[in-house]
């Protein structure tokens, strides 16, 4: 609010001509004159002083601008279609008995060799090990199997255009609870998506939204395999027994699939290199596709699992290895997995298995597998999709899904 000795200069000015001592009482006093004696304001110290014959110059009057209109709400063109990748296992190391042991060596670009099969709208996979941003040389857990990497590692997840990353798997607490808590600002700052970390509040089981070219995606992340307990005070990881999962997260994907345009499930699960999942398994992604799942990924048993066509889902039981020291002869086997999404009739339209495998030299890394390693992946792919009534058809080196989810 003005004060009146503001709005009187403010009028003064357009009539400066009616006199002297009008517009000397709007004459600002120096900064460093004394305050007047007597108690008089410095107004009227100004009018007393003020020879009789200073007419202040007049001043142009101050023309108020109206503020700028906000602009216009850009509208999000919504793309018809929206492809998606997917990929297991990846780390960056492990701890030996001689300290850490990285996977990358300096200036070599892991994922380069794949690139093109990786190449989406959206690349996800499962961060199957901690960051931090002081890498200790030792392992904070004292286990065999730790896993650990760094700022500096995780920058490959970044050239190799990952949007999202899980972290819901038994290796969460391989770095203590540090490891809990700085590696979802790290991912971020890197522009990549964590889901399913553990939280010190709120819902463990719960859905993520990404939102990519105008589509509404939610990701379940959660885990029914972990190496540490769950201790009071620690943040909860999403964790479940796997004959569970219909009671608890189930709820959570129906719910989801009310404002979403796709609701995908990823899941930590099953044992260690079985060549096929267990009954609660099956049971279970099937429970999550019925209840409004689109796709159920998995990962864990470091092997390669079946791909089911399960009413209009998708269930990949484990996509394997994908960046790992592990490159014996059956968890070298690997792939990526493409899906295209269709937005009319809400349905998958195109699925697209690329085989891959850990090649051995330099360092472990994930290559396109072509030749006698392509059909090693192929036969593999082939033989476990055809226990759940799934038939792919090979096109070139790949697989496609035979039945579209859109008919």
């Known amino acids: 609010m003005r004060s009146p000795v503001l709005v009187s200069c403010l009028v003064s000015g357009l009539v400066a001509t009616l ?5 000397t009482a709007c004459a600002p ?3 460093d004159s004394p305050p007047p004696a007597g108690g008089a304001t410095p107004v009227d110290a100004a009018a007393k002083t003020a020879p009789a014959s200073a007419v202040p110059e007049a001043k142009p009057a101050v023309v108020v601008e109206p503020p700028p209109s906000s602009p216009a709400p850009v509208a999000i063109e919504v793309a018809p279609t929206l492809e998606l990748t997917f990929v297991g296992d990846v780390i960056f190391g492990r701890y030996r008995a001689t300290g850490f042991d990285p996977i990358p060596e300096k200036g070599f670009a892991v994922f380069d060799e794949i690139l093109p099969k990786l190449a989406s709208d959206m690349l996800v996979g499962n961060l199957e090990t901690p960051l931090v941003r002081d890498l200790p040389p030792d392992s904070p857990i004292g286990s065999r199997y730790a896993f650990g990497a760094s700022p500096e590692h995780a920058k490959h997840l970044q050239s190799a255009g990952f949007a999202a990353v899980s972290l819901a798997n038994n290796h969460w607490f391989d770095q203590r609870v540090v490891g809990i808590d700085e590696t979802p600002p790290i991912l971020r700052e890197l522009g990549i998506v964590p889901l399913g970390g553990a939280l010190r509040e709120g819902a463990p089981f719960r859905a993520e939204t990404i939102e990519k070219n105008g589509w509404k995606i939610a990701f379940v992340a959660i885990t029914t395999r972990t190496n540490a307990p769950l201790r009071e005070g620690v943040p909860v990881l999403p964790y479940l027994p796997t004959d569970e999962i219909g009671k608890t997260v189930v709820p959570v994907v129906t719910q989801a699939r009310g404002d979403h345009d796709l609701v995908i499930v990823v899941v930590h699960w099953g044992e260690e290199y079985a060549d096929a999942p267990n009954h609660a398994q099956i049971k279970a992604a ?8 689109d796709m159920v990924i998995g990962h864990h048993p470091h092997v390669l699992q079946a791909v089911e066509r399960y009413g209009k889902g998708l269930i990949a039981y484990s996509l394997g290895n994908f960046l790992f020291e592990n490159t014996n002869a059956i968890p070298r086997l690997t792939g990526v997995l493409r899906v295209r999404a269709r937005r009319a009739g809400a349905c998958l339209e195109r699925v697209v298995f690329h085989p891959a495998y850990i090649k051995r030299m330099p360092v472990p890394h994930p290559v396109p597998a072509t030749g006698s390693m392509g059909r090693q992946v192929r036969d593999r792919a082939l033989a476990q999709a055809k226990k759940f009534d799934t038939s ?3 096109e070139g080196e790949d697989l496609v899904l035979e039945r579209s989810g859109c008919e």
């Open 19 to 23: 006199g002297a001592a009008v517009l």
């Open 29 to 31: 006093k120096p900064a």
């Open 286 to 293: 099937h429970a999550l596709i019925d209840g409004g799942a």
């Open 392 to 394: 792919w058809v090979v």
